[in-house]
């Protein structure tokens, strides 16, 4: 594998993974407004900037991101898993 292709091969794993937290963040603002002021905090203050800051410079974005991308990844996971647990505990029997 060459140089060029190994850059494709890393812009296109970005892309996917930058389409995932834009498909988790939508899905954790659909559960915000059942969350609570901490959860809805923690999305405001760090989650959300970081996506948004992420989004915007993908495309310049290098092998060497990979790993702040993929932790991303996994905290917003955590998020929406911890959201989805509340919004479901949440419920009236």
Do not use: Y
């Amino acid at each position: 594998m060459d140089a060029k292709e190994l850059t494709n091969d890393v812009k296109n794993e970005i892309s996917k993974t930058v389409e995932k937290l834009t498909t988790l963040r939508d899905e954790a603002k659909l559960h915000l407004h059942l969350a609570s002021l901490d959860a809805k905090q923690e999305w405001d203050d760090k989650l959300e900037p970081k996506i948004a800051e992420l989004q915007s410079s993908a495309a310049q974005l290098t092998e060497s991101s990979r790993t702040a991308i993929h932790e991303l990844v996994t905290r917003v996971e955590g998020f929406v898993e911890k959201l989805r647990g509340s919004a479901s505990t949440d419920k009236p029997s």
